[in-house]
């Protein structure tokens, strides 16, 4: 009797193992779903120059790369193709918080979409203007992408800080005369390709525009800059040093600074020195 009592306990712990192993992987079961659908997702992006336009295919647009922030796989790459924008609607229309600035008429964009299996953090980086390689400049930001919560309107907003400086006379590299009274040109633009001028939406007169003269990497002349009436055309005469001044020539330097906006930029040219022209001598006449 004694033993059959032991069998008895032993065959009804065991039976009561099974039962609770059954269970256990029957709510394991119970918890196991499938892998997440990846969701299409839109994103627009706008790449503007900063307090002013949308980079659009007057400038060449821009460049744009979304990236995964944990793992650093690019998601998606393009350009930014459009046009610049409306002015009078971006420029000079007041509008409430959260109402679109420059979705409400035709500009440039970036599209893409993106299919997300759960949210994610992006590095939304942008780089222009592509036509004009030494003014371009570059900014990102990172922000959650969340699966089928599109990004539209506006989309997120890339603002990049500059200005389009071009020295348009002397040509850089165009040899100077020694002692020559010469006229410096430079053309001033947003990095939207929009005009500085004086009274416009850009004021020129409340920027600070002007040149500089270097012999190697001493500056031997500030010229203040005056807008001349063309477009965004701005000019000032200097004087040609010697070629024993400057046995290795100048370099010219344009400077736009617009202090308010954090908006600067920049352009410069090398030039070599030629000794200076000798007018012909006077050849007397026997009558």
Known sequence: MHALTKWFVGYAVAALGLSVSAQAADTSAFFVSPPPVPVATEVVVRVVAQGAMVLGDDVGGASVTITD??????????????????????????RLMGEPRYSTRPSGSYRTTLHLDRPTLVEIAAQGPLSHPASMQR?????????????????????LNGFIVQIEQPAPGEPLIAKDDVTL?????????SWVRPHGDWDSRKM?????????DRVVERLQLFYSGSKSSFEAPFFVPTPAEAPEGVMLRVVAADGNGGTFGTSEGRYPVLTERLKPARKDVTR
């Open 69 to 94: 922030a944990g793992t650093g796989r690019l998601l998606a790459s393009g350009l930014q193709e459009g046009e610049a924008g409306d002015q009078n609607q971006i420029m000079r229309t007041p």
């Open 185 to 193: 040109k430079a053309s001033i633009q947003t990095l939207s390709g």
């Open 208 to 216: 600070h525009i002007y040149g500089e003269v270097l012999i190697g």
């Open 139 to 159: 900014a990102s930001k990172t922000v959650w992408l969340i699966p089928g919560q599109h990004l539209t309107n506006d989309g997120i907003v890339l603002h």
